[in-house]
C-alpha cells in the first residue's frame, strides 16, 4: 500500500528565510504533484511533475523530484506572509492520488 | 469558464441520517473524483466516476456511494453517517479519467459535513 509522508508538519518561518518540506513515497510512483490549500478553501495546483529529476519553479517556490529516492522537495526562497498556507504533496497510484499528511506553513514578519 | 461547483457549500445532519452532495464539473470535463478530508486522517480518496461509471474506488464502507449523471454532474451519498463522517468533501473535475501529464485536476470549494 502505497504510504506518503511529509515533514514538517507543521513549519513557522520568519519572512526572509528559506526553507525546505519533503514528501517521501513508499512505493514507485512517477507522477508527484503539490497543491496549496489556504484555510476554509480548497486546494489549489502548484506543480505537476512527472519524471526523474524533474524541477519546476514558480515565484518563490521550486519543487523537484527524485524517482529513485522517491522523494520531492518543495523549497521555499525568502519567504513572504503570502506564502503562509498548508501545502500537500499527492502521488500516482493506479490513478488515484494518494495525499501526504500536509505541511501547515507560518510566515511571521 | 466556471469552476468546479459543490453544494451545499455546509451542511449539518445527526446520526443515522444520510446526505446528499452534488458536484458540477468544468464544462466539458468528463470525470469527477471525490476526496474526504478529516484533521485525523487527511486526504483520502473516495470515487472517480467517468461518463456515468465508477472507474476507480478508495477503502471507504459501503455506506459511501456516488453516481454520474449524463451531463457529469456527480452525486455521492452517505447513508446511516457516523460521527466520523464529518469532514469536508472534495469533488475534482478533470477532462479524462486517469493521472496522465494532460490531464489536471480542478478541485472544488468543498462541502463541509457535521455529524452531530
Known amino acids: 500500500e502505497l504510504k506518503v509522508e511529509q515533514n514538517p508538519l507543521f513549519l513557522s518561518m520568519q519572512e526572509g528565510k528559506n526553507y525546505t518540506i519533503y514528501c517521501n513515497y513508499s512505493?514507485?510512483?512517477?507522477?508527484l504533484y503539490w497543491y496549496r490549500q489556504d484555510p476554509g478553501k480548497s486546494l489549489e495546483s502548484l506543480f505537476v511533475?512527472?519524471?526523474?529529476?524533474a524541477v519546476k519553479q514558480e515565484g518563490r517556490l521550486m519543487a523537484s523530484l527524485d524517482t529513485k529516492a522517491r522523494l520531492s522537495t518543495l523549497h521555499i526562497t525568502a519567504a513572504v506572509h503570502d506564502l503562509s498556507a498548508t501545502y500537500f504533496c499527492?502521488?500516482?497510484?493506479?490513478?488515484?492520488?494518494?495525499f501526504g499528511t500536509g505541511t501547515r506553513l507560518q510566515v511571521f514578519p | 469558464k466556471a469552476g468546479v461547483t459543490q453544494t451545499p457549500r455546509y451542511l449539518i445532519k445527526t446520526r443515522g441520517q444520510q446526505v446528499t452532495l452534488s458536484c458540477s464539473p468544468i464544462?466539458?470535463?468528463?470525470?469527477v473524483s471525490w476526496y474526504q478530508q478529516t484533521p485525523g486522517q487527511g486526504l483520502q480518496f473516495l470515487f472517480e466516476?467517468?461518463?456515468?461509471?465508477?472507474?476507480n474506488k478508495g477503502n471507504f464502507p459501503g455506506r459511501f456511494s456516488g453516481r454520474q449523471f449524463s451531463n457529469s454532474r456527480s452525486e455521492m451519498n452517505v447513508s446511516t453517517l457516523e460521527l466520523g463522517d464529518s469532514a469536508l468533501y472534495l469533488c475534482?473535475?478533470?477532462?479524462?479519467?486517469?493521472?496522465?501529464?494532460?490531464?489536471?485536476?480542478?478541485f472544488g470549494p468543498g462541502t463541509r459535513l457535521t455529524v452531530l
Open positions: 475534482a473535475s478533470s477532462l479524462f479519467s486517469g493521472l496522465a501529464s494532460y490531464n489536471e485536476q480542478f
Open positions: 512505493t514507485t510512483s512517477d507522477r
Open positions: 511533475l512527472l519524471s526523474n529529476g
Open positions: 499527492a502521488v500516482g497510484n493506479t490513478d488515484k492520488l494518494i
Open positions: 464544462s466539458g470535463h468528463r470525470s
Open positions: 466516476y467517468f461518463s456515468e461509471t465508477q472507474r
